[in-house]
């Protein structure tokens, strides 16, 4: 498959439904013709996380929507198109359900090719989409619902050097915000609140950054943050703006020195690698940006972060990760299913770690 191709991509593994156009032209960079997101953030606002029915009943509503829109902004129809991406999995399965029944419909009706695509792995090729960065490199998953380094050396060929115990890092903003009373999702409002903060009023701890290796652990931040908060509420009845400030300047710091010793250390061992990227929502975080930057720069890698809009979940990202796919001769068929985990990288032991957002790897 060497000629131009272009894909339809569909997203619906957790609280977004997406659906995008990518056109790619071999030896020249993707273009992005369209891509929309639909958020259901306010639908599970009220409860404080995703709620996997509402999300996957929403995805029901909105994916014959998006695609729609997706196509009329390209200015495409089905037939201009050479294949279908979608999202398999990992995620919450009823919204994986949805997309891959949608996908499945459509391929039998225009008689295009289906290929199932690895959400994770849409993450970890966006750096492609964005910067056409060569294999291999290293990547940063930092989202709300995964955290791992990957070595990336092949559109399937996937090393895992280490990833989170437990919670996701967008997870233990999420919470934050939820135990200050600022919005969900919290990572942006905790980051704001952080920008008049203190960072070193309150001494957070740095987990696992005394064990060797590049796993990570962030429940224990939320467990002291949640000391914190009612030890100051304890004292003053209340938390001042100011109060709410630092905690989360210091929670922030906390989580930016643990992701940036590890991917420090991610980036020593693995010799020869000219560049790290860094992809899902936390990645948006400015302060975590910089850090990681700096850590690039030190061991002399290039840095790519992908605008945010291509961190955060997308459809563009799936329509990028099928066409990936398809060059190397990958092709799924009507009895592609849907999985609520799947693991990048096969080899490596299973992470401990699940979050509220599905185990997803
Ligand atoms: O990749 P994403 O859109 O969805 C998945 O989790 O797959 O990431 C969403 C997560 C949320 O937990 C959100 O709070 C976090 O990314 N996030 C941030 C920021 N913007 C979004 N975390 C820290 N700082 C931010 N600026
Ligand atoms: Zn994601």
């Known amino acids: 498959m060497d000629g131009p191709l272009t ?6 593994s957790c609280d977004d439904t997406g659906a995008a156009v990518v056109r790619h032209e071999p030896g020249a960079r993707a ?11 306010d639908l599970h606002a009220a409860f404080g996380g995703v ?7 929403a995805h029901v509503e909105k994916l014959d929507l998006v695609i729609e829109a997706a196509l009329e902004r390209a200015r495409l129809a089905l037939r201009d198109l050479d294949g279908i991406a979608v999202t398999a999995g990992p995620g919450l399965i009823g919204g994986v359900l949805s997309g891959v029944m949608v996908a499945k419909g459509l391929a039998a009706a225009t008689g295009l090719p289906l290929v199932g695509v690895n959400h994770l792995a849409g993450h970890a090729l966006t750096p492609r989409l964005t910067d ?6 290293l990547v940063l998953l930092v989202s709300g619902g995964h955290c791992q380094f990957l070595r990336v050396e092949g559109h399937e060929r996937f090393t895992r050097l280490g990833g989170t115990i437990d ?6 903003f999420d919470k934050t915000a939820k135990l200050l009373g600022l919005p969900q999702p919290g990572g942006p409002a905790v980051e704001a609140e952080a920008v008049a903060g203190d960072p070193g009023r309150f001494p957070f701890p740095r987990p696992l950054l005394d064990r060797p290796g590049c796993d990570m652990s962030f429940s224990g931040l939320k467990t002291a ?3 914190a908060r009612d030890a100051v509420v304890a004292d003053k009845g209340g938390l001042s703006r100011a109060d709410r400030a630092d905690l989360c300047a210091g929670f922030q710091a906390a989580v930016r020195d643990v992701l940036a010793e590890k991917s420090r250390r991610a980036l020593a061992a693995s010799p020869g690698i000219g560049a790290f990227a860094v992809a899902g929502g936390v990645a948006a ?5 910089a850090a990681l930057e700096g850590v690039a720069a030190a061991a002399g890698a290039t840095f790519v972060a992908p605008p945010l809009a291509l961190c955060t979940d997308n459809a563009a990202m799936i329509a990028w990760a099928g066409i990936e796919r398809f060059r190397g001769g990958g092709r799924d068929d009507l009895t592609l299913a849907a999985r609520p985990r799947w693991p990048l990288d096969m080899s490596a032991p299973a992470l401990l770690g699940s979050g509220k957002r599905g185990a997803k790897a």
């Open 7 to 12: 894909f339809l991509g569909i997203e619906s």
């Open 31 to 41: 273009r992005i013709l369209a891509n929309v997101v639909a958020s259901q953030t």
């Open 51 to 57: 709620v996997p029915e509402i999300a996957a009943r």
């Open 132 to 137: 056409d960065l060569p294999f291999p490199y």
């Open 167 to 172: 919670d996701a890092p967008g997870e233990a």
């Open 225 to 227: 943050l949640l000391r």
């Open 285 to 289: 975080n400015a302060a975590l940006r």
